[in-house]
């Protein structure tokens, strides 16, 4: 069962574009793709310890900042070195002009 | 059957042995490595293998079930002594031949020493992971760390002594800190940091003289002031590792001469990563010789790739990062390319600067803020540089204007 934590409004979040979302002592990301979906995943690099906030989202593509590991946001998946380990991701869903993360 | 070999453990080399595999190599694949370590990332040495607690272990590229898995057989605490491309042997400095079918020179660069320096105990050089298990222990509260170079390696390791409470003094010959590859602007928010970590930093200052008594170093200057200190440590740039190359006769200019495709002036052998001196087509096939840890991921994939018999071309954006206390630097691009800068002030007061060559293309980008502030600035500049724009300055310099715009 998911729990459904409010993490932003639709609007803090550009197209194409990423903000970090603390809850619990835990960081996530929460994404805007270029066509208006929303997703989300874990906040941290799967490879060395990076925030990925700080890095660049192209397409479904989000860039680690410090060693350009990518992953594809919608789904998680790794695209290669230096990054192997896939990013986990978290449904989402919109309430109004509010964005949802499922945790747990 | 003849092998795949590869000279050079370090990350250029250790990637290109496992690259191979994925680019369709079935048979052999050796790789020698001067250290005994498994291949291990280079980049903590200078900072978080000289901070941690406890007993930093190397950061490992592969384990050895992963060469198992991928029939790499790494032989570590190896040197290589030459190439016999006659017999098309490599030959080891125990005189042991191995037949190749293809070789990789990733023999990497290798420390300048300061003659002066040689063969005192107090004198530290940063490359391996046991220079810097060396190093770290001398990085006790209070003691006197003198970093000779003011680059990257001296800068990353002061920032490291100064915040293990050490007593730290940087001499730096040039006139500024980080010589020509930063923007004087970039380089300065780095020297103010370090002055308010109270880091004593000298430039314009050469060392003349240097004297050991009873493990304590007193450095003399050209001015005649001396420094006493409990570890002096040589940061004053590296020498490509070209013995190899220049036993086996291959073009060596600056690093190991290579073509497009990484080649060297034999066919049949490359060299890539801090060895090797190739043309950049994004600038217009000038030669140059990066000594960085991306370029050395990135060339690896190349060099696999054409030693099986593909003609990829090395066009990669050169890159690299520097982290300094809370600071992180990136620089994107080649500074030395642009006759002009502009300058986006974004409204959080970090500055990106850009360099534009005198035909109005971005060829570099340059800035420095807290942790990875800079990161989404710099890639994008990087893709533009890759992608030859030639950006209106105005809008370049506009904080208003969204930069992917500019890109599409």
């Keep these: 069962m998911s729990t459904w934590i409010p993490a932003c409004k639709t609007g803090d979040i550009d197209a194409e574009d990423i903000i970090p979302f603390e809850h619990d002592g835990n960081q996530y990301a929460i994404y805007r793709s270029d066509d208006d979906q929303f997703y989300a995943t874990d906040g941290y690099c799967t490879h060395e310890r990076e925030l990925l906030c700080d890095g660049l989202v192209m397409g479904n593509t989000i860039e680690c900042p410090k060693h350009n590991g990518r992953f594809d946001y919608s789904s998680g998946a790794a695209q290669g070195a230096p990054v192997i380990t896939d990013l986990r991701t978290y449904p989402v869903k919109i309430d109004d002009d509010t964005v949802y993360i499922g945790i747990g | ?408």
């Design chain 2, 1 to 408: 059957m003849s092998a795949m070999v590869i000279v050079g453990a370090g990350e250029c080399g250790a990637r290109t042995a496992m690259n191979l595999r994925s680019a369709g190599w079935t048979g052999d694949v050796v790789l020698f490595g001067a250290e005994t370590l498994l291949p291990y990332e280079r980049p903590p040495l200078s900072k978080a293998a000289l901070l941690g607690i406890g007993d930093p272990q190397p950061a490992t590229l592969y384990s050895e079930q992963d060469f198992a898995d991928a029939r790499v057989s790494h032989r570590g605490g190896v040197r290589v002594d030459r190439i016999d491309r006659e017999t098309r042997q490599v030959i080891l400095s125990t005189g042991e031949a191995i037949d190749y079918h293809k070789v990789l020179l990733a023999t990497g660069a290798t420390p300048r020493t300061l003659p002066i320096a040689a063969g005192f105990e107090t004198v530290h050089m940063l490359r391996t992971h046991d220079d810097a298990l060396r190093l770290r222990s001398r990085l006790t509260r209070g003691a006197r760390i003198t970093v000779v170079g003011g680059g990257f390696i001296g800068l990353e390791l002061a920032a490291c002594a100064a915040e293990k409470g050490c007593r730290v003094t940087v001499l730096e010959a040039a006139p500024r800190l980080l010589g020509r590859a930063v923007p004087a602007e970039v380089a300065s928010v780095l020297h103010a940091r370090h002055l308010n970590a109270g880091v004593d930093i000298r430039c314009g200052v050469t060392v003349t003289d240097l004297t050991e008594v009873g493990g304590i170093a007193t450095v003399v200057l050209a001015d005649g002031s001396s420094i006493d200190t409990d570890a002096l440590v040589v940061g004053i740039g590296a020498i490509p590792d070209t013995d190899v190359a220049e036993k086996s006769r291959l073009q060596v200019d600056n690093g190991i001469r290579v073509d497009r495709y990484l080649a060297t002036s034999d066919p049949d052998v490359f060299a890539a990563g801090d060895c090797c001196s190739f043309p950049h087509p994004l600038f217009g096939d000038r030669h140059i010789r990066l000594e960085s840890w991306r370029n050395a991921q990135d060339q690896a994939a190349v060099a696999a790739a054409n030693m099986c018999g593909g003609s990829e071309i090395y066009t990669a954006v050169p890159w690299f990062w520097s982290d300094q206390f809370d600071l992180g630097l990136q620089v994107a691009g080649m500074p030395d390319e642009a006759d002009r800068e502009v300058v986006r002030r974004r409204p959080d007061g970090i500055d990106i600067r850009y360099g534009l060559d005198p035909a109005g293309r971005i060829v570099s980008a340059a800035a420095v803020g807290p942790g990875n502030a800079v990161a989404k600035d710099i890639r994008l500049a990087e893709m533009m540089i890759a992608k030859r724009i030639s950006p209106d300055p105005d809008l370049l310099a506009d904080p208003s204007v969204n930069v992917k715009a500019l890109l599409r």
